[in-house]
């Protein structure tokens, strides 16, 4: 069979697997994409979560020749740095504790901020409720989503600069 | 503590490129009856920690400690860096080999800051004394006029300054101070014990970069699953794996026997090029089982044991303070409650994994492991190999709580690694890692309390029985059947004059464990809900009783038990923070409730106050405030994060799941089934410490056991209805 052409975090990616395969397992054991995690196989726990043309979705549940022609975010690709806000407030707010949960998480947060800039209580519920995090970081998590939401907002119009020769 | 024996020693570490000298000291954390057998058998190397200062001045402390969350990489370290005058991000962190002389380089009983306190203060101290001497030496001045700041030696009031790097070579020629003689800085001097540092293994949690063990990749490595017999103690009959075989990627198909030493349950093998592979090779195998003795067990079953148990007088006892019998029969007003509780897992996000390869003249694993040396022990007697030929690499753990200091995982991935001479990693499914756990026992509870006019309890007798851990993993000559199951509850803290509590283990052949905070899961829940009901029958308030019977200063140690000491002032110290700052007293509107509950585990005291809302037969946890006191705090919001998550995993217990037998096997097998508390179901929780400037002892387990019995007590408060099992069921508030 002809392999498969994956777009992952920019590059191309031709994988010769079983089309069935969950998306989960080729970016883990065939492309080394360890990032996303395998917690439960049955969409329940969130930890898989990826983008797909930017909505958060499944790795585990999601057979890999549905997505070829789709842009695939992982967390390796959610910024470069770490600099993307949420990744910025989960230090800040210091949410993990294994850790194992958090890729997922943090997808489905940059998403959720994408749809609404300013989530609420009940959007946070809405988006972080299809995700398990046993260690039990949930109090944290919210903070930090609250803070990524104010790192992401844009900052007040920068007071205009003095006339030239003055700024030191 | 008694003070550890001088246990250092002097090495020097050549580095080809400098040939600088580095200073190491070697040390332990638990002074433990090995300490001696180490020093009989002259072990060559009876450490499990430590500090390599190099030529360049950086220090590295190699640990044998286990990260999963807990903070363990950052806290460590923030001693050593306070000891030694030095800032903390100075000092890297390593996992130390994984050394077959030494029986436990474990990780759980909250006791890594506990253990490690003393002796890494003392390390610290004993490396900064050498590294003064240097200076003072190369000065040809006294000692004792130099000091060591921000990783330098000062002298004098026109301050020569020497920086560690410069001493080093130096120092290393100098004796080891005895442990013992070192001095310690005034606990006033502390810059970094106290103040909330970073943790330094969350960054790589937050880009995808951190290897769990499920993310080890080594060249020519094969995945594996094992297919299980469903019920406990069950064997392979007969299996065709024609089909398996003929799935893309299957590479073996193969039987591994039990290995009953090491607690597994044997199956059959199927190794492929992915996981994936391996899994729908698993799904096409047919395998006829032989059950084995278990097939008929149910929760049911055993719950009639429990009863059957509880109703005979041959209780081991456990406790026995004056005459709770006699006390009870003349009774102006008698109490009686039976509590339950189920079988839990563990449930860590990450599912049981290891990756071993075995080789002719060696192994190499890579373990997500709470207890390395036992899988190290695993492999080499599956491999036929002296443990030191067995190189163990510690990952990071994706959850552990207990269930990862068991090695049955890792004796899976020798046995299939041995046999295909491939590197292995054995990988175990959700569904895998819920119906093969090693499961926080069942247990029936039946209490009794009596109380006289003024509502003062008199007599208390509490008779339990579990599926006791101890007997499932000690010969039954050694095993101590209580030991894991009744503490918490037999060291009760309250002033009752007549307190006893028996104790009869269950026969099962479900598989149990540790689970986070043990018995003590269980024995808060009881003890802490009964208490309430004794405070609604005497109509005295909950948390004024509390204070009643915690009124004396006392000390309770209770075998078996024995390690601990419960101080009575500290534990009401807690319930006073907890019920000023949740403000207790205070009307709520109807439906909800306010309940207090706490409990002394692991040599920490806390006290919680759940706030309820009880609508349609659900519960809703809005707020929990705890107060915690584990001694000196050394990093505020790390020990906070610890008690938040105490919580929330105690919360999952109390309200949402429950692991039930039928047929021998486990009935539940993946979150759907089985399921966790999640975001919009946790509560706003805020910790508080009592300051205190004890020696510290740990957060990870002890904010759960207090969690349930606050919680049910709320509901009671809210509902007048009493929830005597967990977790809570609709018809239990109706």
């Not at chain 1, 800039?117 to 519920?125: E, G, N, V």
């Not at chain 2, 004394?129 to 040809?140: I, K, N, R, T, Y």
């Not at chain 2, 690499?393 to 001479?421: M, P």
């Not at chain 2, 247990?443 to 029985?465: E, R, V």
């Amino acid at each position: 069979m002809p392999p498969i052409t994956l777009n992952v975090n920019g590059k191309a990616h031709a994988v010769d697997v079983d089309p069935q395969t969950p998306l989960l397992w080729v970016l883990r054991d065939t492309l080394n994409m360890t990032g996303t995690k395998y917690g439960c196989g049955i969409a329940q726990c969130g930890a898989c979560t990826v983008h797909l043309d930017g909505e958060a979705t499944r790795a585990c549940a999601t057979a890999v020749e549905d997505v070829q022609g789709r842009k695939i975010t992982t967390i390796e690709g959610l910024s470069a740095d770490r600099s993307h806000p949420a990744q910025l407030a989960w230090i800040a707010e210091q949410v993990p504790q294994c850790g194992y949960c958090q890729s997922g998480m943090l997808m489905t947060t940059a998403e959720l901020l994408k749809r609404k800039p300013k989530p609420t209580d009940a959007d946070i519920d809405e988006a972080i409720s299809g995700h398990i995090c046993r260690c039990g970081t949930y109090p944290r998590l919210r903070k930090a989503i609250k803070t990524a939401a104010a790192m992401a907002a844009p900052r007040p119009a920068a007071p205009k600069p003095a006339a030239k020769g003055a700024a030191r | 503590m008694s003070a550890p024996k001088s246990r250092a020693r002097r090495d020097f570490l050549k580095s080809g490129a400098t040939g600088a000298a580095a200073l190491v000291i070697g040390f332990r954390f638990s002074d433990d009856a090995f300490a001696q057998e180490a020093q009989e058998k002259k072990l060559i190397n009876p450490f499990d920690a430590w500090v390599h200062i190099e030529a360049d001045g950086r220090v590295r402390l190699v640990l044998a400690k286990s990260e999963m969350g807990q903070g363990v990489t950052t806290t460590l370290p923030m001693i050593l860096a306070e000891e030694l005058a030095i800032d903390w991000k100075q000092v890297r962190v390593e996992q130390a080999p994984t050394n077959p002389n030494i029986y436990d380089h474990g990780t759980g009983g909250s006791a890594s800051v506990r253990t490690s306190w003393l002796p890494l203060r003392q390390a610290g101290a004993a490396a900064r004394e050498m590294l003064v001497q240097a200076a003072a030496s190369h000065w040809a001045v006294n000692a004792n006029t130099c000091r060591a700041e921000a990783g330098a030696v000062v002298h004098g009031p026109r301050v020569k300054r020497l920086p560690y790097s410069q001493l080093v070579a130096a120092a290393s020629k100098l004796p080891v101070p005895d442990f013992s003689k070192v001095t310690l800085l005034n606990p006033k001097e502390f810059k970094i014990v106290g103040t909330d540092i970073p943790r330094a293994d969350i960054p790589g949690k937050v880009d995808g970069s951190g290897v769990f063990g499920m993310d080890v990749r080594v060249p020519g490595m094969l995945y594996a699953v094992v297919a299980r017999c469903p019920v406990f103690g069950g064997k392979v009959k007969r299996f065709d794996a024609t089909k398996a075989k003929a799935v893309r990627g299957v590479r073996h198909v193969l039987e591994i026997p039990a290995l009953p030493e090491a607690h597994t349950a044997g199956g059959v093998a199927v190794v492929g090029d992915t996981t994936y592979a391996a899994m729908q090779g698993r799904d096409a195998l047919t395998i006829e089982w032989d059950e084995g003795a278990h097939a008929t067990e149910s929760s049911a079953t055993l719950r009639t044991q429990f009863e059957e148990l509880l109703a005979r007088t041959d209780g081991t006892v456990v406790r026995n303070d004056g005459d709770a019998r006699a006390a009870l029969q003349g009774a102006g007003q008698k109490i009686e409650a039976t509590y339950e509780v189920p079988f839990q897992n563990h449930s860590p996000m990450e599912p049981m994994n290891a990756t071993v390869h075995i080789r002719k003249d060696g192994a190499e694993a890579w373990l997500p492991s709470q207890g390395p040396q036992w899988g190290q022990d695993a492999i080499a007697k599956i491999a036929g190999l002296p443990g030191d030929k067995v190189v163990v690499h510690t990952t990071l753990l994706g959850g552990g709580f207990g269930r990862r200091y068991h090695a049955d995982f890792v004796a899976e991935a020798a046995q299939i690694s041995k046999a295909t001479g491939a590197p292995i990693k054995v990988v175990f499914t959700r569904e895998d890692d819920t119906q093969h756990g090693f499961y926080r026992p069942a247990s029936l509870h039946k209490l009794s309390g009596a109380l006289d006019a003024k509502g003062q309890p008199q007599a208390w007798l509490h008779l339990m029985s579990s599926v006791s851990i101890d007997q499932y993993w000690t010969p039954p000559d050694k095993a101590k059947p209580a030991s894991s199951e009744v503490g918490g509850a037999a060291n009760l803290g309250y002033a009752i004059p007549n307190l006893r509590m028996e104790y009869a283990p269950a026969k099962s052949g479900v598989p149990v464990m540790w689970w986070r905070s043990v018995e003590h899961s269980t024995n808060g829940f009881v003890t802490e809900c009964f208490l309430d009901e004794l405070a609604a029958a005497g109509k005295v308030d909950p948390l004024e009783l509390r204070l009643r019977l915690l009124a004396e200063p006392r000390k309770v140690r209770v075998p078996p038990d024995n390690e601990s000491t419960l101080d009575t002032s500290r534990l009401r110290a807690c319930v006073e923070l907890a019920a000023l700052k949740a403000g207790w007293g205070k009307p709520l509107p109807k439906g909800r409730g306010r309940g207090i509950a706490c409990h002394f585990s692991f040599d920490t005291y806390v006290a919680e106050v759940a706030e309820v809302t009880v609508s349609k037969g659900v519960v809703k946890v809005d707020r929990v405030v705890a107060a915690v006191d584990c001694g000196r705090v050394i990093n505020p919001n790390g020990a906070r994060a610890q008690i938040e998550g105490g919580i929330n995993f105690g919360l999952t217990a109390a309200l949402k799941s429950a692991i039930t037998i039928d047929k021998g096997r486990v009935e539940q097998s993946n979150f759907d089934n089985y399921e966790m508390l999640r975001i919009d179901e946790a509560p706003v929780i805020e910790v508080h410490f009592v300051p205190s400037e004890a020696t510290p002892t740990g957060t990870g387990e002890p904010g759960l056991p207090p969690c349930a019995a606050a919680v049910m007590n709320a509901v009671f408060a809210a509902t007048g209805k009493r929830v005597r099992r967990l977790p809570v069921r609709t018809e239990d508030l109706a």
